[in-house]
């Protein structure tokens, strides 16, 4: 009982993602977790000594990166588990820290330096441009209680978004042209094999994340 009183807002919020996954309501907030995907495989094409060409995501909640050298092994893990550890940092930060609306804002700038620098399309400059001022404008307008609220919706919806679409994409439609089959077709394995692992690894940094930073108290407490 003492658990459920003191974290019930981020239950709450972890039913309501669920309840609504399928509903258009949560729609933003998928794309925002395929950008951080997409994302992910820039920055460790960067990270390994390559670059980046471009970035594209949809509104069929699909994307893509183009990149030009850099570790191929890195760069298709980094996907799905670089999205996962942005969402977990997002999540820390709204739990941990007092810079709520700087993050936000902070996150809203990146999506727009990224759009400017990658984004070549016209349904992604549509996407990362109003989301990224959106961002700006919540950090900019917005309590440091709502913009808390913000970060913690947008990184529970990583951390739940992230195992299911690993598990979709390569366990339950191993056929589909994932991150996990070109990195078993260009590394070796099966895609079932690295879909497991990264499942196994999302899974544990899921109860990690939550062990360490939950606290005695995580729920929001509003100023009247």
Not at 82 to 94: E, P
Not at 102 to 114: A, K, N, Q, W
Not at 183 to 201: D, K
Not at 209 to 221: F, T
Request: with cysteine; net charge positive; charged share 15%.
């Amino acid at each position: 009982m003492a658990f459920l009183r003191d974290h019930w807002q981020l239950i709450a919020l972890t039913v309501a993602v669920f309840a609504l996954w399928s509903t258009p309501l949560v729609l933003p907030l998928k794309l925002l977790v395929v950008f951080f995907h997409e994302l992910s495989h820039g920055l460790a094409a960067i990270l390994t000594g390559g670059s980046i060409e471009s970035l594209s995501v949809n509104f069929q909640q699909g994307g893509e990166a183009w990149t030009r050298g850099g570790s191929r092994f890195l760069i298709l893990t980094a996907g799905y588990l670089g999205s996962l550890l942005i969402g977990a940092g997002l999540l820390i930060a709204a739990l941990r820290g007092r810079a709520d609306r700087m993050v936000l804002s902070g996150l809203g700038v990146l999506m727009l330096v990224v759009m400017l620098l990658y984004v070549r399309d016209v349904t992604a400059l549509l996407i990362c441009g109003a989301t990224g001022a959106a961002l700006i404008a919540a950090g900019r307008f917005l309590s440091a209680q709502w913009c808390d609220l913000i970060l913690r919706v947008i990184g529970l919806s990583s951390l739940i978004y992230v195992p299911y679409d690993i598990f979709d994409d390569t366990l339950r439609r191993a056929s589909l042209r994932s991150d996990a089959r070109m990195l078993a077709e260009e590394v070796g394995g099966t895609t079932m094999i690295w879909g497991a692992l990264w499942l196994i690894i999302s899974l544990v940094v899921i109860f990690w994340c939550m062990r360490r930073v939950l606290g005695r108290d995580s729920n929001i407490h509003f100023r009247r």
